[in-house]
């Protein structure tokens, strides 16, 4: 039988169809070690990765499965730069900043893609993303952008007007897109079994069904209590990102938790006019539908009307009507499989990374544009740590503001502006 994730409802295409799941034991007993990292999605399995390759001792505690989380269960887009447009970075920075922020991510994408060659991982790597439009005001910004993207040094997108967008859609749905050939998809749950085996390879201590009860600064050690035992390390990750709970009050207020939903359909052999050429497509509502066909020619289809933090007791009835609505054709298609999850995000859809304690640093809220900046994070945080690379303070220095109403108001403030935006993105 699959693993059922405590956190995460439904099984996911991904769990299904991974090779082997290898399990860590949980803890037992306490340690002592100079990094310990609290997570074991992309952020924290890098990070033990990076440092265990250069000779430092590091554990790492999930207080689930490795994957359970976004890093496992996510749409799998790679995208390009940030979450936030260039231009409303550039806005906001200055283009120095907002071109060191691009850069940043453009050697996040490369590292993911070279990490999974040198270690012969199929991480069923497809090339092409789609960004399409469902209303005609945005169609200057559109036009605008790959200027703006080649500005930036990028040469890789295109505008495409209602009828390349329809073909290269399948559908008629869109008005007019941006084609980017410079990245593509993958398949999560691969690359999470593949960092953890990798990590554990080079010296990193696993540890699966491990939670952190409490993370403090102790007599100069970061100390992490979970029920099993004690850890004691020099420096410490928080690598949660929407999982945080109330384990760290300044992420907790930072990082928000949204559920997001995916379905996947039977192979659309008989359906050769979606999707033809097996980009990923990401549309421009501000609750963002995403969805793309896997290599064995899957529809995966991702989003929702109105993010709240429980489950809907149907995820197939709400992500069918969505694909319904964009191609009618499939409108009774089966969902083989259908899941969720967590988004971590914040509140300008920028990441969160700050020294929340001496030597105990948190990164998380990578607001749906996580698969490559997540996996770049931890890397570069094993690289700070040991006194190699600062691309890390690029993102330290964003100014990452508290969700109001605090902990008690925060969701519900939270659901009220989202339903808001999706009511909008029917306007």
Known sequence: MPWQSPISPGISWYETTVDARPEYAPLDGSTTTDVAIVGGGFTGLQAAYT???KG?????????RFGDGASGRNGGQLGTGQRAEPAELEAQLGFERSKALFDLAENAKRYILDFARERDLDIEYMPGQLNVCHKKSYEKDYREAPAIAERYGYEHVSFMDQAETRERVGSSFYLFGLRDTGTGHIHPMKLVVGIASAASAAGAVLHEQTPALKIARSDGKAVITTSRGTIRADRALIACNGHIGDLEPQTAARVMPIRSFIGATPVLDAFPSI?????????SRFVVRYFRKSRDGRLLFGGREAYTADNPRDISRHIRRQIAEI???LGEIDIAHAWG???????????FVREVMPGITSIGGFSGHGVMLSNYCGKLYAEEATGGSREL????????????GGPRFRSPL????????ALRDKL
Request: hydrophobic share 45%; glycine share 10%; charged share 15%.
């Open 51 to 53: 440092l265990a390759r």
């Open 56 to 64: 430092v001792g590091v554990v790492l505690i999930d207080a689930h």
């Open 275 to 283: 999707i033809p050429g097996g980009e990923s497509i990401a549309d």
């Open 327 to 329: 191609y009618p054709e």
């Open 341 to 351: 999850g967590s988004v971590g995000i914040t509140l300008p859809r920028q990441p």
């Open 393 to 404: 303070d690029h993102l330290k220095a964003l100014k990452i503001p508290s969700f109001p």
């Open 414 to 421: 939270l659901f009220l502006a989202l339903t808001w935006y």
